[in-house]
């Protein structure tokens, strides 16, 4: 919404649709014109020659029950999320696979009772106060913190996974992810 809502205010004629596809379809749609932009990890090797423009690095965090083991803790290691009864997306979800690389850091792999393929899913979950999740800091900014929960810094790498807009290998980029990037670049 920081960037889709500015750049509506500003080109109210345009149409903006939302879609969660994988990192291969994201490729495919940029390079077939199928798509205008997308946002996505930009360390991600299927995107090839497309244009990148970084615009946030990831940082985890857990939520976790008030009355859970860590509630109190100022920050929290990546093996003592694992041993918490966790809601995680799927391993099919770039966003998973790079929380498992950070378990795995840590000597510990994550075993959800629940998985989910949206972020919605795993919010639907947390709010009963039984399951604990790692998050982006940057849902907490579109979901904020479900009632009955905490936010727990996870100890980890200092810079995680960077996040950005890439556009199609087309120079000058179409029209309409011309526009978006300038909205981006602001």
């Keep these: 919404s920081l960037l889709t809502t500015p750049f509506c205010e500003r080109h109210s004629r345009a149409g903006v649709s939302i879609e969660s596809l994988s990192s291969a379809d994201i490729t495919y749609g940029l390079t077939e014109f199928e798509l205008d932009a997308a946002m996505t990890y930009l360390d991600d090797d299927t995107l090839g020659d497309l244009h990148r423009l970084p615009l946030y690095e990831e940082r985890y965090m857990l939520l976790t029950p008030l009355d859970g083991p860590l509630a109190g803790a100022g920050s929290a290691s990546w ?108």
């Design 79 to 186: 093996s003592q999320a694992a041993a918490l009864p966790l809601c995680l997306l799927n391993s099919r979800m770039r966003n998973r696979r790079i929380m498992d690389e950070c378990f795995a850091a840590d000597g510990a792999t994550a075993t959800p009772a629940i998985e989910s393929d949206t972020v919605a899913g795993l919010y639907a979950h947390l709010p009963r106060g039984r399951w604990s999740s790692v998050i982006s800091h940057a849902w907490l900014h579109m979901f904020g913190v479900p009632e009955g929960m905490r936010v727990v810094p996870l100890e980890g790498p200092a810079h995680g996974p960077r996040v950005g807009l890439v556009t199609g290998p087309d120079e000058p980029p179409s029209v309409l992810a011309g526009a978006l990037l300038a909205v981006a670049r602001e």
